[in-house]
């Protein structure tokens, strides 16, 4: 082989590049020469997180997306024709944006329910959907606790113990056996409810216009008769903020409602998902701007994107997730999959953060939510 | 450094191992000495993955499951009580599994829906569950074709043209105009069969033996109205298959629901999802056997899960999915997370695949469903 | 709520899009009226895929790039000046691409090793690069068997009984001090080779033009000792396949070589890793077209793309992991990363395919190297 | 349908548990009503995260254990034999753990070059071990800068401008010339070195003991020459911290390497990587006890927990990455893969978390290495 460097192998290796654009942001990351490097604040290190590329760029991005949509403010009520008085205003009368909130059924498992919690007792959110276990596990956690656990516990063994894990947290079978005692009764009267109206409308009893059971309408009752602060559902009820579930019948209260027709038989709750779609349909149609904070995959995340078509896209979008796009599912498909679709507009904000959301919601919540130091009083 | 070897680190390295136990199998892979690993069939390529290990022995398992519960048989009906005469029989009147299918809405706008279509046109499964997608793409696809993409076609451009992505595929809005053209005539059908009997019934009309609407009861419907060989709900109406799918309101069925309700107004369809979990589960308690075929994750897992509790667990479970236990996920748990919770025996024959389900199905149905190239002609 | 649809809702939902180019392909799955899909051939499998979407799409793609790539044929080598006269060459003279495959350890661990060395014993590929387990496991399998295991044995117990895990495989250590007997002796002989030239060359010992011992050498002198069919590395040998592992010391071999520092000092065995990339890289610049098969991620991927950069990018690539872009791992890069870096060219072939290795490499090559089922004689 | 409850059915759901263990650990997330939650420190958070389930637990596990590695304590040098005088000892002569920190390439590409620098500066770890990206481009950042960009960036563009891309960063090709007009004149000294040395020792120049050119040592030079407080290399050199990279030659290192050799010729640079595996092993042999962090999979995750089988396993284990363990890879096992090879200690305080190394390390550093508010002055 001779001496001679190959042309071939450096015009590719040492190719010049073009003049660097003016506009290109540095990478960089924390700076340990500030001492709030040390034990540092969320909103420190969220902010430091801004520059230092892959996920934690899009943590940062997730929290500038956030905090626009909760200062995002419009019009003043007084400035607005009557059939436009409609979607979310602030305390001073001006239009703001109607946050929507998925979460999948194990983050009410996991220890993020206090969060999740959080932002409903506050109103810092204006629906929610979630699947059938983000109902039932918040109100079984009223009645006993879940535990901690390991993700390699055998099946068999904690069967045989009756300990159901959830990943790496264990619940008590007999917290279900709990929730079974608290909830017929209320299963009871919702049907004596459902049998008077029809009673009172006949043939009518269908129509739009009746308060016939629906799952969001089952839920508020969830959450007004569980009446405990560490509750969701219960904040949820207080604050008027709907929760939409419309597979519900899919866990424990699925299990509860199917004995509860043999009980009851031949009457028989029902519940019906159409009023629903047409409630979360409409929030989407009557806000001023849309807001999605999707966590997880599945139901939860495509019922909110779809409920946003309705308003030709959301403005505002922040998905976490561990799914992935190239199985074609919607729970892994990136925001720009939502855009081809109008349920995203084109012009909106919107970022995708790749990991278990218990990773990280904690840290965004601290850093937007919950960030404010100076109104701890008031937000007792 | 001496010349000594450590003996710290040889002693580590260099650990004796037991015997190694009589039952132990080695691994190899295919013998290409065969001539039939040249362009092989399935059945000798999946038989040759046995003992390959990681997911290539998952996928040989899976097909071993599937055989072993689709060849299951117990009694004949002749030697059951009137009340076990329950269940999935054979032609020969034999008790057979009963076969639980859950497929994502993805599936349905693949190619896999084919290979969905051929199961229930040959009657090889017993009941499904899937998500809104899964039904009314089955749906639009008999109006109107989906098409090739790529996962990196930008969402604004498309959206532009009217051209939603699913994954890397492409559907023309106007598939969905169509769809709307289709579904209203039966929507207005369906609203005036649930008046008649409400006017017939009056108050007693929510009763458990009402035909109230339920999706599975609308499926069926629009499966005997679509009336096309390529549908999967054709065959599933043909074949009395039940499809469950408690969240049917989650996509265009539940766009043009809540555009019906207005046209309606003040009437409007209800669709009651008690009842479906009912039937589902009844279905489960009254299988001789039950096994679960789940490709995908979220809802459509959890349910038929859900249901095999009933019966205090399936006895087969085969999961195809790309889910990850790790965020502590319905989608991503491992069999084992079920036997916790005696949705699956513990002595039953189960394993979960780690892959995108188009990859795999094919090959899989080619290698039990499809394998048997004798009986082409009765199959037609 | 009023009777009237809301037009917002409706232009969103209904909006028209444009008409379908002619270029569209339709998404269709298996033809299951053609009995050639019962227990179908590799062949009809992946052509089947090729419409269906997600990675069932990707792994027909990959199936048409491994074609293209294998026929592509160049001038004949009569036709060419001396200097042009490199890259590989057909029986006939014609100019052939120069196919680099990586392999990462847990393959050679796994049944896919049969696959790999029929590639190799058939002169499939032109230069392999893999990490320390790939090569010792294959030299390791030739004196004890490799076992099947699960994923979820305990570690504790394994080590209590000198079982090593490696997924859901299982080798015992007994296999490791096998090996240790085996290459003892052959490092002696090539320390005292490396001796003797070193007192033939004295102060020129290091020079190009010398033999000194690198990975690829000793990889190569392994596949000679080894002498055993079933080896990949005996077959890269024979066919002057080289074999590229920079970091050979990190595994088995590395233990062997630190235990042998001490048995020799002062004398050591040298590995140079220069000369080696200096070798691999010659391969991609004397190349006439460039072809890359990545089974897996890490080292493997990035070192033969790094070759490739050398011809200003492969012609084409296939890519097969289970690596995620999101977390700017080179292991999850898209093909398209590649082309930023001038390592894949841009008018390239590509694809990556999302799964393990195992499930989809027996079929690819069913339908690829292996698909030819005329010429099984020959091939013995 | 009968009235009556279904007993098969209510015995499965309504299944008695055992008595919940005294030692379970509920689960409970962030109390809000700690004025602490709001824009909450980095411990604050972990410690609330202990709890929370899935990887938020095992986050806090993460944090545990780095505590608990970086405080043991054992004899004071004074008590030692001679012999027994190796390992890491604290500035009062106490013996501590030997910490091995291993991360990929792209890290250093991120913003987290500055959090893995401040370790090396203020001697946090004891040795490192990375790949040929994570050398250069920490050399590369202190001759011009990496730029934020995006995944979805087009490649044929990129290349065009000459700008690479590595996830959502971008690298103008420039910087690569620029690194070649830097490394050129050292690579000139280092051969002159080498064959200064050859000169000297003539054939005795392959002996253990003559300073022959490994990574390590090529690496320290480098560290040296770069000499900016910016750069790992530098302060890995100042507090004489190894770093490991037995596969250097692949990456633009190598491309110089590479382009070295013909301008040398017939003189070579030759890099021998059996003398670095000797002296990683015998660090590991020598730790009293042996710690370590693995950021990323692969070889570096590989390369540790192999040298820690040296000692017959590492007492304390942190892997933070995306792998999983379905595809048998070594970069998705978990701990409990390496405990059966002996890599781990069976009593070892090991943990895995899944996800991108940027969404977390930030956070775990400022709650572990950087927690201490009040030692900031002399941190400096």
Not at 45 to 52: A, E, G, I, Y
Not at 350 to 373: G, H, M, N, Q, R
Request: proline share 4%; glycine share 8%; aromatic share 8%.
């Amino acid at each position: 082989m001779s001496g001679n460097i190959p042309g071939l192998a450096t015009d590719a290796v040492l190719k010049e590049s073009i003049p660097v654009p003016d506009n290109f942001e540095e990478v960089k990351g924390i700076d340990y020469s500030n001492p709030e490097s040390r034990n540092s604040k969320a909103k420190f290190l969220v902010n430091s997180m801004k520059t230092m590329g892959f996920q934690a760029s899009s943590v940062s991005k997730a929290c500038d997306i956030i905090n626009e949509m909760r200062s995002w403010r419009g019009k003043n009520i007084s400035e607005l024709e009557d059939h436009e008085k409609k979607g979310e205003f602030d305390d001073e009368g001006f239009q703001k944006t109607t946050i929507f909130m998925g979460f999948t059924s194990n983050l009410i498992s996991s220890g993020l329910r206090d969060t999740l919690r959080y932002l409903v007792q506050h109103k810092m959110v204006s629906a929610i959907v979630s699947t059938a276990g983000g109902i039932e596990e918040d109100l079984i956690k009223c009645l006993a606790p879940t535990y901690m656990g390991e993700f390699s516990l055998p099946g068999k063994d904690l069967r045989d113990k009756g300990m159901n894990r959830i990943g790496n947290l264990i619940v008590p079978n007999d917290n279900y056996c709990k929730f079974e005692e608290w909830i017929v009764p209320i299963l009871d009267t919702m049907l004596e409810e459902q049998e008077q109206f029809a009673k009172e409308k006949g043939a009518d009893c269908l129509d739009n216009d009746v308060p016939f059971w629906t799952p969001s309408r089952m839920i508020d009752r969830f959450g007004k008769e569980i009446n405990d602060e560490s509750s969701v559902l219960y904040w949820a009820h207080k604050n008027k903020i709907p929760i939409f579930c419309p597979a519900i019948t899919d866990g424990s209260i699925g299990d509860m409602l199917f004995f509860h027709t043999f009980k009851a038989s031949p009457k028989q709750i029902r519940l019906d998902i159409v009023q629903d779609i047409r409630r979360i349909n409409s929030l989407s149609m009557e806000a001023s701007k849309a807001g999605m904070l999707i966590l997880g995959g599945g139901l939860i995340k495509h019922h909110i994107c779809n409920a946003c078509l309705m308003r030709n896209g959301a403005d505002y979008a922040v998905f976490i997730n561990t799914g992935q796009e190239f199985d074609g599912s919607d729970a892994g498909a990136r925001p720009d999959e939502a855009v081809s679709w109008g349920k995203i507009k084109a012009e909106a904000k919107s970022v995708k953060v790749y990991t278990d959301v218990t990773i990280v919601w904690p840290l965004i919540v601290a850093a937007t939510f919950a960030s404010d130091e100076s109104d701890f009083d008031e937000k007792k």
